[in-house]
Nanobody
Framework: QVQVVESGGGLVQPGGSLRLSCTVS????????MGWFRQTPGKEREGVSS????????YYSDSVKGRFTISRDNGKSTLYLQMNSLKPEDTAIYYC???????????????????WGRGTQVTVSS
């Protein structure tokens, strides 16, 4: 049974930082690309960032580039998202997902991801 569990969300002021974690079990974590997505009510799920199984290649959406950093620890089967300089428009439910596919240099698509967590709420507000 595959389990994907996000943690680390919360309420933070604009300009602040949060670190999300995602622990995965039931699959060979090091064989999967991993991604972070986010969604707000009434909007489509947005691909935020992804990382190749080896950690040697990453992707960031234009909206978070330079502020967010994705990383992974294959020994702990854990994915991270360090979020700095947070803005109110970063407010969303953040989802972690696993994909057997890596597509270099193009925006990530939820269609390529087949194992999902339930999400963690991030709220950026003063």
């Amino acid at each position: 049974q595959v389990q994907v569990v996000e943690s680390g969300g919360g309420l933070v002021q604009p300009g602040g930082s949060l670190r999300l974690s995602c622990t995965v079990s039931g699959i060979l974590f090091e064989h999967y690309a991993m991604g972070w997505f986010r969604q707000t009510p009434g909007k489509e799920r947005e691909g935020v960032s992804s990382i190749k199984w080896s950690g040697t290649s990453t992707y960031y959406s234009d909206s978070v580039k330079g502020r967010f950093t994705i990383s992974r620890d294959n020994g702990k089967s854990t994915l991270y998202l360090q979020m700095n300089s947070l803005k109110p428009e970063d407010t969303a439910i953040y989802y972690c997902a696993a994909s057997p596919v890596w597509k270099e240099g193009i925006p990530i698509s939820s269609r390529d991801y087949n194992h999902w967590g339930r999400g963690t709420q991030v709220t950026v507000s003063s």
